[in-house]
């Protein structure tokens, strides 16, 4: 990728990051009662219709992502022989792909890790798809090789080098995933690769052997004269996602940078000449917002699969993997836009503008930070005001979605016990059902979109309208991004805003981002002439509760008793393909949210390997709908502060 050897000024100051990714991931839930979504983790919410407040979506799209200080955390010695790779596509059908490891001469016993997170906060033990692992030395003889962890391997006799070779099933797919079928691949490097543990900073050269000849190779490394792919270290070449196959591309020029956009779904299923401008609006809005483009190129990587529940995106240093299922690319206007604006951002938030508690990245086991309702929440804060600014979203929409965010936070019971920093660091935890329940946990999606709101208007507020958050934003990345440092999690937050509000910020960081402070809404909004409303609302009595972790089916994860839904035989961990007869993807929450009483739902679900289709009529129930709505006798100050926040911007000029 382009992060590599790159001499231009603007990426020069990027070229020691150490970069890792982590992916996205995009779950979603809803309460008991069956209705609405709790979401997790995610994302974006694709465009709600409203009479659903149910249906919000979100999906989440963690990452990891650059850092500009050497990294290697691990890197016990120093070797700069590159490390080479050959990446062979060995069996497209099996998911088999062979890895060989050229290591240059060196110590007698070399450790080869791989690692085992990457892409998504979660430890997904990449060595089970590890079938075998082999090593020689340049004469041919086998050397041995002997397994000391479940994921790290120790060849002796290698001090004239040697060469690791393995095979390793890439049978994940998605944005966050390492996949190989007969229609293509793509690939997060460090779900496959393996590093030698004392030289983790050493170049990489990467080779793709068995490439099908009508396939074609897109991603943001850098090309050798011979032809290899290479990167500085490690750290960086797993930044740089690889997708190959029968591709479709296009590109365009926008602000001096080049962007390039590359397709790999069935043609008929969506329309380049509509993704174009949405994207160009995007990069447009959030370079002139930061005031800043710290790239001359960029790569969007796309899948809209059919038959995928899958979803999201996943963000990296000069890239970024995006999937969206082709029917919701079709059905939902916003559903491109968002995903796209959200992993675009994640450029600066989280790629640049790093927590520290991210760096090094520990490929062996959880980096644990509590910052992820800054570095993914108000991503989606941003992600909001960048599609008001680019007139892909109106004012309308916007406080439809906010609404609907504040009502997912306080249908969760767990907004009064985890904080959102707590929730950061729990972050880990999302693969596992019991901890989406709302009495157990809080979305830092979820959360963070609306701190973002409230540290937006808080700043503004206390700065006389001078500063608001973009201000924050542009000072971290001078301060710490452009600056090669890393931010010290929510201190290093709180100093930006303190920096540009010249206030005291120490009580909202501590009832809201460390604690769990009830938060009165109508006095957040007081200054933009905006109160919330609740008002109930009759809607589908589902019976059921589902959620949907890491691009999975949903699976049932509570059926009410006496309920028609157990009455059908629907029954808690069942996994729901379809609903309706459409794929149970992304959007489901929102599908379902759509149910009115009266309708019938038939769902397609899997258990213990079998699959059944259950149907049955929906009863109703009542439950509360938020709505924010301009307060009675607005005041023509409250109307300019409205306005200036929906443009993202402060009514004056910063302070320095
Ligand atoms: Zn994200």
Not at 142 to 168: C, M, Q, T
Not at 409 to 428: I, K, N, T, V
């Amino acid at each position: 990728m382009s992060h590599s050897c790159n001499t231009s000024t603007h990426e020069s100051a990027f070229s020691a990051y150490s970069a890792n990714s982590l992916g996205s991931l995009r779950l979603r839930a809803f309460d008991r009662k069956g209705r609405k979504e709790s979401a997790r983790c995610s994302q974006r919410r694709a465009h709600r219709p409203r009479h659903s407040s149910l249906a919000r979506f979100l999906l989440l799209a963690i990452c990891i992502a650059p850092l500009k200080q050497p990294v290697c955390a691990q890197t016990t010695a120093t070797s700069t022989a590159p490390i080479q790779y050959t990446v062979t596509l060995a069996d497209l059908s099996a998911h088999k792909v062979h890895v060989t490891i050229n290591l240059a001469p060196g110590a007698s016993e070399r450790d080869l890790q791989l690692p085992v997170w990457n892409a998504l906060y979660q430890v997904r033990d990449f060595s089970q798809y590890v079938n075998w692992v082999k090593a020689k030395n340049r004469e041919g003889t086998a050397l041995p090789i002997r397994l000391l962890d479940k994921s790290r391997w120790r060849v002796s006799g290698a001090a004239n080098g040697a060469e690791i070779e393995y095979e390793i099933l890439a049978m994940l797919p998605g944005p966050y995933g390492a996949e190989l079928t007969p229609k293509h691949a793509f690939v997060n490097l460090a779900e496959i690769l393996m590093y030698p543990v004392d030289a983790r900073s050493a170049p990489v050269q990467v080779r793709f052997h068995a490439v099908p000849p009508n396939w074609k190779i897109a991603t943001t490394l850098e090309k050798s004269p011979s032809g290899d792919f290479i990167a500085p270290n490690y750290d960086l070449l797993v930044d740089s996602p690889v997708e190959i196959s029968a591709f479709e591309e296009t590109d365009f020029d926008e602000g001096g940078a080049h962007y390039r956009i590359v397709v790999d779904a069935d043609r008929g299923d969506y329309d380049l000449g509509k993704l174009v401008p949405v994207t160009k609006k995007i990069v447009a809005a959030e370079t002139a917002w930061m005031n800043d483009r710290p790239f001359r190129t960029y790569l969007f990587l796309c899948h809209f699969p059919r038959d995928s529940g899958g979803g999201g995106g996943m963000e990296h240093a000069y890239s970024t993997a995006i999937e969206v299922n082709a029917q919701v690319l079709t059905d939902n206007p916003l559903a491109f836009a968002d995903v796209t604006a959200h992993e675009f951002f994640h450029l600066w938030n989280v790629k640049r503008i790093r927590p520290q508690s991210l760096e090094p990245v520990d490929y062996t086991k959880e980096n644990y930070t509590n910052a992820l309702w800054f570095s993914e929440g108000v991503t989606n804060t941003v992600e909001d005001y960048i599609l008001l600014r680019a007139g892909l979203l109106d004012e309308n929409q916007f406080l439809h979605r906010l609404a609907g965010q504040i009502e997912e936070l306080e249908d969760r019971p767990a907004h009064l016990s985890q904080s959102a920093e707590e929730s950061s660091l729990d972050a880990w935890l999302e693969k596992y059902q019991q901890y989406w329940t709302p009495q157990r946990s809080i979305s830092y999606y979820n959360e963070g979109d609306l701190l973002g709101v409230m540290l937006d208007l808080a700043v503004r507020d206390v700065s006389d309208d001078k500063a608001s958050l973009r201000e924050v934003f542009q000072w971290m990345n001078r301060n710490y991004a452009q600056m090669g440092k890393f931010f010290p999690d929510s201190d290093g937050v709180r100093q930006a805003a303190e920096a540009v509000s010249h206030t005291d910020l120490e009580s909202f960081f501590t009832k809201y981002v460390a604690g769990t402070e009830q938060i009165v809404w109508n006095d957040i909004f007081k200054s933009v002439g905006l109160h919330l409303i609740r008002q109930p609302e009759t809607v589908a009595d589902l019976g059921f509760s589902a959620t949907r972790t890491f691009g999975s089916q949903p699976v049932v994860m509570d059926v009410r008793a006496a309920s028609d839904a157990e009455r059908a035989g629907l029954v808690e961990g069942d996994s729901i393909l379809e609903i309706n007869n459409r794929v149970a993807s992304s959007d489901f929450q929102e599908r379902l949210g759509q149910l009115h009483p009266g309708d019938t739902i038939q769902l397609k679900i899997q258990s213990s390997g079998r699959q059944r289709t259950l149907q049955w009529k929906l009863g109703s129930r009542e439950e509360i709908e938020f709505e924010l709505k301009d307060v009675d006798n607005i005041t023509p100050r409250q109307k300019a502060r409205r306005a200036a926040w929906l443009k993202g911007e402060a009514q004056g000029e910063a302070r320095p």
